[in-house]
Every structure is written in structure tokens, then in C-alpha cells.
């Protein structure tokens, strides 16, 4: 890695709270803190993870929480330095004809994610479209999110898949990467996928294609990847150098600048040198624009995965307060509930969201929940995202709320999943992550195109949608 970035040493750590207000207070110090992955062991014993420098644990101490060390986090960041690709292994055309081969040498860069796109439109014009974005990034750096689109059908659903929106949470490209190969092949060669035990046949292969539309933007963040790959692994967000607002403490948490709630505040930061910093308004990042911009564009977009890591979670919508499904009116529409929601649990607010579009998300969610599963035997959990700590300004919960906002929108189902149980595991784990996590996706594809119709083998269960 770069010689800048790692002067200070930091420590993986547990942090122990008392109640759910002692984690919230955990906000004031600004800490880089993975509250999703929080955990209630106990009424009275709240945990949530980070990475924190030994001025910060003696702070949080000082405060009163008690903060277990897990691990010195130095030999994990010159581990992962030697699992970055050197060169761009796809930079040729039709590099990415030796996917297999090459990607098995560890992670991909912002530029070979470019290449690895740019590589599987030249190889199939015919059924692949390469969409450049609108938005180039704070360094200049153009982004690609591809289509795939084969058959003739002209009534389908669109799904989109996102990835590494968060820095350094970079397999999330290789996920998408690996998935988008596979499928192609497998269409291509008209062979079926195996992801360790899951298997999606030659006709369910096709289905998915020629009766969906696949949308996948691998690399929302490219600076950020970049950065975190080459100066400072912990790196979260993009690098808008918030040059007007704080130029020392540059970058915006990309996924709290989505417009969702973006001025209520709720699990976001206004301070630039936070980790979940929103930035200066709602949609003032590049890289959320071009989300946006998808999403505009492709009309009949119907399904969104936004890929994160860790805790092996699958999450579906609201982030910002508990669910309800009685009263319409307590609805993040209605400015009348301002300063009500965000807090856990209570009477006087529930982010509504009708019953059957519950159930519905949730059925979809356990879909992906048993593909994981029968890959190698995670167990990913299936929950409403707001979790232990609500949050505002998400992509889910924008994408979600697109239909509510403007009528106009198709409705779209959302979910995010946070895959793994570090933020850059092994390769050699990450493998095994990819694998869990294309299963998931195959699922979602092969029910929304119909395809569980085709040789299925779990009678009963029916089609959902697509129908
Ligand atoms: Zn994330």
C-alpha cells in the first residue's frame, strides 16, 4: 500500500452499551463504528463493532463503555495490500474470456472493474449494453453499469444490483463481476450454474435472461475503492474533498445522501470529518447521481440489491424507524411526524409499509436466505433494516420510496445485503463470500423471470411475481 496512510495503528473492537441510548450516544464521538452489525445480547447489553485508534478507545473508556480489543489490525491491512491485482488482468480485449483463471489471484481494482465491463459489451454487443454514467467522479473517473438483455420478450422487469458503494467494502465488484460472467457463460454455452450446493439449471439460466433485464453497476464509488486500495484501507466513503465545508477531513458517506428522510438527521452525521457524513444536500455526491440516473432511466426497474458487507444480514426496508402496517399517516411523507421518528420501539411513530408489500419482501428475502444456505450452510438473517440503530438518506429506503414520492415511479422492492463478517476478508474467504452471495442473486433473478416454473423441484411455493 501507499506510504501515507497507515501511521495509526487501529483495532478491531467491541464496544459494550447498556441500553439503546447508550448506543446512540456512541454518535457524539464519531466513531467508525458498523452499527448494523450491533447486537442485543441481553436487555441490558447492547455490542456493536468497529475500528478505532488507541486515542479513540480511550476516549469511549473515559465515557464509561467498556471496549473489548479483538485484534491489532496492521497485519491485516499489509495481508490485504497482497491480494489487490498489480496489473489490470482484463486491460486486453477479451481478457475477461480468462475470468476463471485470472480472477482466483485476488481483488479487482476500480480500473479493472472498468476493463471487465468494457470487456463483456465487446464480447456480446448483441445481448450486453455498457451505460456510461452521467456523473464522473470526484477525481475525474467515469462509470460503467452494464445491461444484459437477451430475447425477445418485451415485457419484463429490470433488477438492479450495486456494489462497494462504501470504499472499502470491496468485494462487493466481485461479486457483481463474478456473477454477471457466469451467467453470460452459462447462457452462452447453454450450461447451468453451480454455486457449491445451489445449481441453477441450462433452462433456468436462460429463463433469467431472456425474461428479465439485468442491471449491474459493480463500482458505484471508484475513488473510494482506489483509495482504500492503495492509502488507507478503512476508508468508507467517496473523496469529495469538502473543500467549502472542511477541507481537512475530506469525503461524504455515500450511503446517507440518498433522498430519503435526508434532513431528519437520523443516523447521519453533518460533520465532514464523520463517518457517516451526509454531505451538503440530498443527491450532492456524483456517485449517487448516477444511482439516481439508473433508476430514472430504466423505467422498468422492479428489484434493487445494494451489496454491502459485514454481518450477514439481508435487510429489507424501513432503515428509519420501526415497521407498522395499520396507520398510513405515519408515513416518512407526513412532516407532521418531524422529530418523532428515529427512535426504537416506541409508540408515537412506525415508518408505515403496506402488509402485502411486507410479506412480500420478506418471502423474496428468505428465497435468497435459502440460496445462501445451501451453497455451504450460512445462515444469513432476514430483517427490517432499521435493526438496532435507524438510519436515514439509504439507497434501499430512497429506492423503495421512489413510488410514494412520485406516482409516476414504478414500485420498487429493495433490499441491502451485507455479506461476510469483516469488511475485507481473505480472498480465499472471499471466494467462498462470492459464491453465497451469486446464489442469492440467481435466486432473485430466476423469481422474478418466472423461471422457478421450469423444473421446479419445491412444489407448492408457487410464482410470486413476474406473472
Ligand atoms: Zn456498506
Known amino acids: 500500500m501507499g506510504k501515507g496512510g497507515f501511521k495509526i495503528t487501529t483495532y478491531s473492537v467491541q464496544i459494550t452499551a447498556k441500553a439503546l441510548e447508550e448506543l446512540r450516544a456512541l454518535e457524539e464521538f464519531d466513531l467508525d463504528l458498523k452499527y448494523r452489525a450491533a447486537q442485543q445480547l441481553a436487555a441490558d447489553r447492547l455490542i456493536v463493532p468497529g475500528i478505532l485508534t488507541d486515542e479513540q478507545i480511550k476516549r469511549v473508556e473515559e465515557a464509561g463503555y467498556t471496549v473489548k480489543v479483538i485484534s491489532d489490525l496492521s497485519k491485516v491491512v499489509a495481508e490485504r495490500a497482497d491480494e489487490v491485482s498489480k496489473v489490470n488482468r482484463f486491460a486486453e480485449v477479451r481478457g ?31 445481448f450486453v449494453t455498457l451505460i456510461e454514467l452521467p456523473h464522473r467522479s470526484w477525481e475525474d473517473r467515469i462509470s460503467h453499469a452494464i445491461r444484459v438483455r437477451a430475447g425477445t420478450n418485451t415485457d419484463r422487469d429490470g433488477i438492479l444490483f450495486t456494489g462497494s458503494i462504501h470504499a472499502r467494502e470491496w468485494g462487493g465488484s466481485d461479486i457483481c463481476i463474478t456473477f454477471l460472467v457466469n451467467l453470460i457463460d452459462a447462457y452462452i454455452n447453454c450450461s447451468g450454474m453451480t454455486y457449491g450446493g445451489k445449481n441453477f439449471t441450462a433452462t433456468q439460466t436462460r429463463t433469467i435472461l431472456e425474461n428479465i433485464d439485468l442491471f449491474v453497476f459493480p463500482d458505484v464509488n471508484p475513488d473510494g475503492k482506489n483509495y482504500s486500495q492503495t492509502q488507507d484501507l478503512w476508508w468508507r466513503k467517496n473523496r469529495n474533498p469538502n473543500t467549502a465545508v472542511g477541507p481537512s477531513t475530506p469525503g461524504v458517506d455515500l450511503n446517507r445522501n440518498f433522498d430519503f428522510l435526508w434532513d431528519s438527521g437520523i443516523g447521519t452525521s453533518s460533520n465532514p470529518a464523520s463517518p457517516i457524513y451526509k454531505g451538503e444536500s440530498a443527491f450532492s455526491e456524483p456517485e449517487t447521481r448516477n444511482v439516481r440516473y439508473l433508476l430514472d432511466t430504466y423505467r422498468n426497474i422492479s428489484y434493487f440489491v445494494d451489496i ?17 402496517t395499520i396507520d398510513s399517516r405515519q408515513s416518512f411523507l407526513n412532516p407532521a411526524y418531524n422529530g418523532k421518528r428515529g427512535v426504537l420501539n416506541d409508540t408515537l411513530y412506525g415508518e408505515f409499509i403496506p402488509s402485502q408489500d411486507q410479506n412480500m419482501v420478506i418471502d423474496l428475502a428468505r428465497r435468497m436466505q435459502e440460496s445462501v444456505s445451501a451453497v455451504r450452510g450460512k445462515n444469513y438473517m432476514v430483517q427490517q433494516s432499521v435493526g438496532l440503530y435507524p438510519t436515514s438518506a439509504t439507497s434501499d429506503d430512497y429506492v423503495f420510496s421512489r413510488h410514494l414520492v412520485n406516482g409516476s415511479n414504478r414500485k420498487v422492492y429493495a433490499y441491502t445485503i451485507e455479506f461476510g463478517q469483516e469488511f475485507v476478508p481473505s480472498f480465499s474467504e472471499m471466494s467462498n463470500i462470492i459464491k453465497d452471495i451469486c446464489a442469492a442473486m440467481g435466486e432473485l433473478c430466476l423469481t422474478v423471470s418466472g423461471g422457478e416454473d421450469v423444473q421446479d423441484d419445491r412444489a407448492g411455493r408457487g410464482v410470486m411475481i413476474g406473472t
Open 308 to 324: 454491502h458487507c459485514y454481518g450477514e444480514l439481508i435487510l429489507y426496508n424501513w432503515g428509519d424507524d420501526n415497521n407498522q
Open 96 to 126: 475477461i474470456s480468462k475470468f476463471e483463471e485470472r480472477a482466483v489471484s485476488g481483488y479487482m481494482t476500480a480500473d479493472e472493474v472498468e476493463s471487465a465491463l468494457i470487456d463483456l459489451q465487446s464480447l456480446h454487443p448483441d
